[in-house]
């Protein structure tokens, strides 16, 4: 059975269940560890089962998979990883905007919208502590 055939059967068989989102995350999630740990073959058919049904709950699973793929962590000043994070993950979005759109901005682009925000709230905070210690 082809990894597109065996979504749409675990698709298919929870819609019935009415539990399709949670399905959908939780597929979102495995995509995700597929998307960090295989070789690129098996990227492009994930990548192109996620293009195909283009659900935002796969997509959120998957952000979900890649942002808590870092595991615990500590700050540095400045926002510095999550720039770095918001750079890499727009890098990837790039790579794929014409080949797979929505897997793209649903995922790539969006998460580096996250961790630039992340890196601007960290510095806005450094900002406010240092305003603070001078008052």
């Not at 995350?25 to 089962?49: D, H, I, M, P």
């Not at 959120?60 to 700050?75: D, T």
């Not at 999550?82 to 790039?94: A, I, Q, R």
Request: hydrophobic share 35%.
């Amino acid at each position: 059975m082809q990894l597109n055939q065996w979504v749409r059967f675990i698709r298919e068989s929870c819609e019935k269940l009415d539990r399709i989102e949670v399905t959908d995350r939780v597929l979102g999630t495995l995509f995700a560890t597929s998307l960090l740990y295989q070789n690129e073959a098996t990227k492009e058919v994930v990548l192109n089962v996620m293009e195909e049904i283009r659900s935002e709950n796969i997509s959120a699973g998957v952000c979900r998979g890649l942002f808590n793929s870092r595991g615990f962590y500590w700050r540095q000043p400045g926002g510095i990883q999550e720039k770095k994070l918001s750079n890499d993950y727009k890098k990837m979005g790039e790579k794929i905007k014409f080949s797979h759109p929505f897997v793209s901005n649903s995922i790539y682009f969006k998460l580096a919208q996250g961790y630039l925000r992340d890196a601007e709230g960290e510095i806005e905070k450094e900002r406010l502590q240092d305003r603070l210690r001078l008052s």
